[in-house]
């Protein structure tokens, strides 16, 4: 069954490249026109030019990291789309260093990007969602739930996202639907880089990570993350808020 977004409005945040390009590309095919937010002018109009998808897909730049941004991006998607019914707070960073290594700008990067961000999008958004009766979906990451070797600040802000969510969905309840999505090991630009940065190569990495999905035994892709995420964001769900959703090819089961 094709879920129908004809007629909605959606904000994606770091909807440039990886996963949220995903989400970006599954809304359109569902109907919805689409705000896509990339860090800067330059990422942002390289992805609309690749979506080629006319006035269905707007931009609406800036770093998330900085809450004036996060203002202005939820305003220009506004503007541009005449409201807002769904934002998806996919927009993320990770930095694979060990805790004696991380200095201050390194956890700064990761908090800002990671867990400010989801809040003050968040934040700006709410009266938007308010007036449409809509919904957020927060991408967090099981890394949350589960440690890795290196990248502390990366498990405590999608840790963050995973409170946020919960508080969130009870304080802007019955209006506004808040839910959270935590991806297992998904090809993308982030995947690669840990993937290098830990086994020296993208081949050896995903061998290891696909391994971790225990059920599954493989590395996800961008499209199997956007499809919970749109029936989270669909009336399908008219009745969920507040949930963790883990899609990770049983990576926390095992
Ligand atoms: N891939 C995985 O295995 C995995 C697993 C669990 C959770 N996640 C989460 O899923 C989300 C997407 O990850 P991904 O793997 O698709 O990452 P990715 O391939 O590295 O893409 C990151 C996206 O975020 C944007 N971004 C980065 N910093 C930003 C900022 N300050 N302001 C606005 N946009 C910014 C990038 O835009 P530019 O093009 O402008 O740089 C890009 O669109 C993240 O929240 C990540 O933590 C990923």
Not at 101 to 115: M, R
Not at 127 to 134: A, F, M, Q, T, V
Request: glycine content about 12%; hydrophobic content about 45%.
């Amino acid at each position: 069954m094709q879920i129908d977004f004809t007629g909605r409005n959606v904000l994606v945040t770091g909807g440039t490249r990886g996963i949220g390009r995903g989400i970006v590309e599954a809304f359109l095919e569902a109907g919805a026109r689409v705000a896509v937010n990339g860090s800067s002018r330059e990422s942002t109009d390289k992805a609309l030019g690749e979506l080629a998808a006319g006035d269905q897909a707007v931009d609406a730049p800036g770093s998330v990291a900085r809450s004036a941004d996060c203002r202005a991006i939820v305003e220009a998607a506004a503007a541009a789309l005449g409201g807002l019914d769904v934002v998806v707070n996919n927009a993320g960073v990770y930095e694979g260093f060990k805790t004696e290594e991380t200095d201050d700008e390194a956890w700064d990067k990761v908090i800002d990007t990671n867990l400010k961000g989801v809040f003050f999008v968040t934040k700006y958004a709410v009266p938007h969602l308010r007036k449409s009766k809509g919904n957020i979906v927060n991408l967090s990451s099981v890394n949350a739930m589960v440690g890795l070797s290196a990248g502390a600040p990366y498990g405590a802000s999608k840790a963050g996202v995973i409170s946020l969510t919960r508080n969130h969905s009870i304080e802007f309840a019955p209006d506004i639907r808040v839910n959270a999505v935590c991806p297992g090991a998904i090809d993308s630009d982030m995947l690669r880089y840990l993937a290098v940065s830990k086994w020296g190569s993208v081949e050896a990495g995903y061998k290891v990570l696909g391994q971790g999905a225990a059920a599954m035994k493989r590395v996800g892709e961008t499209r199997e993350i956007a499809g919970p995420v749109l029936y989270l964001a669909s009336d399908l769900a008219s009745f969920v808020t507040g949930s963790i959703h883990v899609v990770d090819g049983g990576e926390v089961v095992d």
